[in-house]
């Protein structure tokens, strides 16, 4: 069974930072890409970051320079650290990983298509809160 566990959330305040984690378990987490997306109340789900299975990473243009997305293969566990929050990176946070046949894709391919529940496995979620 595939399980993924984000965990790391919590309340900051603005210009604040805070590194989640995905665990994953019943794959490893070099064998798809892997990625984070967000959901604020009432907006839609953002992609905000991809790791690919060679490494290479993709972020949300809006988000770049203030994320990083790295995973330990030893721990089988995928990272994003978020530096410099705002009041809108309030949001519940989602690891995903990439199913079949999308595994071979880039990080810059998957990123658009990361929010769609079928292509993926989802966590539960860790919330982020940023406050003044």
């Known amino acids: 069974e595939v399980q993924l566990v984000e965990s790391g959330g919590g309340s900051v305040q603005t210009g604040g930072s805070l590194r989640l984690s995905c665990l994953l378990s019943?794959?490893?987490?070099?064998?798809?890409?892997m990625g984070w997306i967000r959901q604020s109340p009432g907006e839609e789900r953002d992609a905000v970051a991809v790791?690919?299975?060679?490494?290479?990473?993709a972020y949300a243009k809006s988000l770049k320079g203030r994320l990083d997305i790295t995973r330990d293969n030893d721990k089988n566990t995928m990272y994003l650290q978020m530096k410099d929050l705002a009041l809108q990176d309030t949001a519940m946070y989602y690891c995903?990983?990439?199913?079949?046949?999308?595994?071979?894709?880039?990080?810059?391919?998957?990123?658009?298509?990361?929010?769609?529940?079928?292509?993926?496995?989802w966590g539960q979620g860790t919330q982020v809160t940023v406050s003044a």
């Open positions: 019943g794959l490893s987490v070099t064998d798809q890409p």
């Open positions: 790791i690919d299975t060679t490494g290479g990473t």
């Open positions: 995903a990983a990439v199913k079949p046949p999308a595994t071979r894709l880039t990080a810059d391919k998957v990123l658009p298509v990361l929010t769609r529940r079928e292509w993926n496995y």
